[in-house]
């Protein structure tokens, strides 16, 4: 083969070059050198690089950070919401679930059929800068307070996945954002922490039964999108992941089974939708790391929420079974007696 690309160059070489097969061949050999010499070089700075996002001091293993298969930002945040009335909400059944958030009695509904395509919506609340973040493959809707520091920090989609969960970044610092670990893993901002806020994952009806005021995240997002369908059709009844998780957690239940998560005092528990339902009573009495709290079970709607001895509701996560164990390998977990 290398011979016949010598011959090649030989021949269809200028003659006033005055080069011999034998120069050819040094040549071409020193050019190989070289060659595979850079080569050598620049694999593992580009193994580093995903999605034009530099690896190589992530706090977390920079083979465990998956492209999922969009770009960065192929999956765009909504940075512009429109809102409307609940009643002008017709594109919405009693049954869809959406992501709810109250902050100083103003109350705003995201419907995970529009999170679906979008993952990020920025935000603001009276002048706070809120964004709400839905990762479709671990079932995880979580709101944080992005002031950190003089400006707040305006979130979008990597195109990157840990643990199979989004990789959130920040268009200040470029900085990526566990969203699970709320957590930046990379970049300037590594390993400063968002604050999350109280958020709700429960059906429209009941939503808007306990907020008729509330306001809704409106389909006229500027993009081009059927809301009325999912791009993750029939995922979360599949026992199938589409990536490579460290803790697979016990068969006990359904990988895809919702559970209600929460960390207090660096204990963390979570509570299986399906041993709630189990539940006569709608509230109860639990207690972790000693200290006493109530959970608040609502069986129509699917949702859960948990509040202190005071009534103050506290930081909770709702998730797939999957993604909170492998997070949380050394969770407690209620069941039902």
Known sequence: MWQLILTFIYRFTPKDMNLSLTSLTKLLLSVTACFCILLFVAIPARAQTKNGFDLSKASIPEAEIFQGGPPRDGIPSIDKPQFIDAIQAKF???????LGLVIN???KAYPINIMNWHEIVNDTFSGQHISITFCPLCGTGMAFDTQLGEKPL????????????????????????SQLMSESVNGPLKGQKLKQLPLAHTSWEDWQSRYPNTKVLS????????????????YASSKRLYFDINHTPPAVFHPKELVLGIELLGK??????????????????DSIAGKEIKIHWNKEARSAYITDEEGQELVSTTAFWFAWYTFHPETLVFKEQ
């Open 268 to 285: 963390y528990k979570a509570y299986p939708f399906v041993e709630l339902s189990k539940k006569s009573a709608s509230k109860f009495n």
């Open 92 to 98: 919405l059944n009693p049954d869809d679930r959406i």
């Open 219 to 234: 389909t006229e997002t500027g993009y081009n999108r059927d809301y009325s369908d999912s791009p993750y059709s029939g």
């Open 154 to 177: 305006i979130l979008g989609v990597s195109g990157l996945l840990y643990q199979s969960d989004v990789l959130l970044y920040d268009r200040q610092t470029q900085s990526l954002w």
């Open 105 to 107: 009695d103003q109350a």
